[in-house]
T-cell receptor, first 109, second 114 residues
């Protein structure tokens, strides 16, 4: 069965303290890996999509990377407004996304 | 910036009642989806819809669920006879043909079945 696992479940950082979130997957045919941000009571907000091992994408303080078995979301010098749940989702079949449980990030001022 | 709009934001219903959740996808998108998230759990796929028919559905999407695109702008999810376990946040999403599957989500409808 195709699986998506995110770690850690929760992460507390001081403002400016860089770190990384992990998303590992077992898949028989990866079409794409997606990172979303979800704020409480809101829908997932698209951040990045990665399609092949070695690919990297950046947006402000966030950088996503992809290998054959996992993806990392690197957060450089985070700010309190980066606090959210970060979701990883993998596209196995034509259009369906399989989500991980998410990493709840809290950035303290 | 275009966005997916969902109504209502909250829906409370009695067990056994029918509910219709409504969505207005992004106007030039052609794929439409429903996902749900039970409190504290993962976001789960329900159904995808393209060219006026269901293209994929999950095991969750049983005979109690149906989807419809009644006109050129709306996309609806109907739950025929709600159960307590249907209580969840329901998200509508849409994507275009060129975005290689990037889904854009609405803010959700929180459904509470009493």
């Amino acid at each position: 069965e195709d699986q998506v696992t995110q770690s850690p479940e929760a992460l507390r950082l001081q403002e400016g303290e860089s770190s990384s979130l992990n998303c590992s997957y077992t898949v028989s045919g990866l079409r794409g890996l997606f990172w979303y941000r979800q704020d409480p009571g809101k829908g997932p907000e698209f951040l990045f999509t990665l399609y092949s091992a070695g690919e990297e994408k950046e947006k402000e303080r966030l950088k996503a990377t992809l290998t054959k078995k996992e993806s990392f979301l690197h957060i450089t010098a985070p700010k309190p407004e980066d606090s959210a749940t970060y979701l990883c989702a993998v596209q196995f079949s034509a259009r369906q996304l399989t989500f991980g449980s998410g990493t709840q990030l809290t950035v303290l001022p | 910036e275009p966005e997916v709009t969902q109504t209502p934001s909250h829906q409370v219903t009695q067990m056994g009642q029918e509910v219709i959740l409504r969505c207005v996808p992004i106007s030039n998108h052609l794929y439409f989806y429903w996902y749900r998230q039970i409190l504290g759990q993962k976001v789960e796929f329900l159904v995808s819809f393209y060219n006026n028919e269901i293209s994929e559905k999950s095991e969750i999407f049983d005979d109690q669920f149906s989807v419809e695109r009644p006109d050129g702008s709306n996309f609806t999810l109907k739950i025929r006879s709600t159960k307590l376990e249907d209580s969840a946040m329901y998200f509508c999403a849409s994507s275009d043909l060129t975005g290689r599957g990037v889904l854009f989500f609405g803010s959700g409808t929180q459904l509470s079945v009493l």
